[in-house]
């Protein structure tokens, strides 16, 4: 049913009238928001910097960019919505499903990009330009570089460690190469590990969902899967051990290791990977991990520093 912008009547979507405002919610992907979470990680290692202040920025750093992000996801479905269709689980998204009219998600979209711009500038200047070079980044993404094999899953990772960027700008903290260098690791070892799902997920048909699918095999995301994951463990070990505070930081790498193990099984045993975040959300022994390593991060600062 066309629904125009100032149309107010419920829209019919998978047998259930559902209303205009929550299927503009549904279109920005709250359930993936929890990548933008990444943004605290300047504010958990810099915890004696923790206040009011510094908290509520944070707080809105994570907002806006899960916002700047929800308009990137519009670009990206409305683009997309015809190979959605042939997915098994995007093609129940508003736009793809047809119950969200492409001409509103742009339009609601343009207006929550440019409000969360106007907000990230009264923040920091830093923090506007680094939200539009995201925005950039993930518009030439969702249009080019996906198609790219091996750049998208690097433009993947670009995401997140410009995310990791924007947790020291908003509390204005410096940010280590070994910090960045560990965000950027587990960035690709996450976006492989999507990819890989992705492909045994659509099999023989991955070209008429994602044509970059059909340029990548099991045995070579696997070979980089070993790479990244054998640097990752690396680059946080002497993360800890360099980073400039406390060493007793070491005691969280069996919880990273553990972490990482436990990721791998899902992938290759249960079959799971294609969207880490929901992962993380329903993996109980995964979620109590990463739990467990933030209240480790925090008392191992508070008191053993």
Same mark, same amino acid.
């Given at each position: ?6 149309? @107010? ?21 709250? %359930? ?17 910097? $923790?206040? $009011? ?7 809105a750093g994570f907002l806006l960019f899960s916002f700047v992000?929800?308009?990137?996801? $519009? ?10 269709? /042939?997915?098994?689980? @995007? ?26 711009? *106007?907000?990230a500038y009264l923040i920091n200047p830093l923090f506007l *330009? ?17 198609h790219m094999v091996i750049i998208d899953i690097m433009t ?23 910090? =960045? ?12 590990? %999507? ?5 045994? =997920? =659509? ?53 990273? =290791? ?9 992938? /290759?045993?249960?079959? %799971? ?5 929901? *992962?993380?959300?329903?993996? @109980? ?21």
């Amino acid at each position: 049913m066309a629904v125009g912008i100032d149309d @107010k009547r419920p829209i019919r979507s998978g047998g259930l009238r559902t209303s205009l405002p929550v299927l503009l919610l549904r279109q920005l992907r709250p %359930k993936q928001w929890t990548k933008n979470l990444l943004v605290f990680a300047a504010l958990l290692f810099s915890f004696e910097r $923790i206040a $009011i202040e510094t908290a509520a920025a944070s707080v809105a750093g994570f907002l806006l960019f899960s916002f700047v992000a929800g308009c990137v996801y $519009i670009i990206n479905d409305v683009a997309d919505r015809e190979a959605d269709r /042939h997915h098994p689980t @995007k093609r129940e998204r508003p736009i793809a499903s047809g119950a969200l009219q492409p001409g509103v998600a742009l339009a609601f979209g343009a207006l929550l990009l440019a409000g969360s711009l *106007v907000a990230a500038y009264l923040i920091n200047p830093l923090f506007l *330009v680094l939200l539009i070079g995201y925005f950039a980044l993930n518009v030439a993404y969702s249009f080019k570089l996906k198609h790219m094999v091996i750049i998208d899953i690097m433009t993947i990772a670009a995401g997140f460690v410009l995310r990791a960027i924007a947790g020291g700008l908003v509390i204005h903290v410096p940010f280590t190469p070994w910090f =960045l260098l560990c965000t950027l690791l587990l960035s690709l070892f996450l976006a492989i590990g %999507k990819r890989r799902q992705e492909l045994v =997920l =659509l099999g023989r048909g991955v070209g008429s969902h994602r044509e970059v699918l059909a340029h990548y095999s099991l045995p070579l995301l696997d070979q980089l899967t070993s790479i990244v994951t054998t640097a990752t463990i690396m680059a946080y070990s002497l993360f800890t051990f360099t980073s400039g505070r406390t060493i007793h930081l070491m005691w969280t790498i069996p919880l990273v =290791l553990y972490g990482i193990f436990r990721y791998l099984y899902l992938i /290759h045993i249960e079959g %799971k990977g294609g969207a880490p975040d929901k *992962v993380l959300l329903e993996d @109980k022994p995964l979620l109590a991990t990463v739990v467990l390593y933030v209240i480790s991060v925090v008392c191992i600062l508070a008191w053993l520093e």
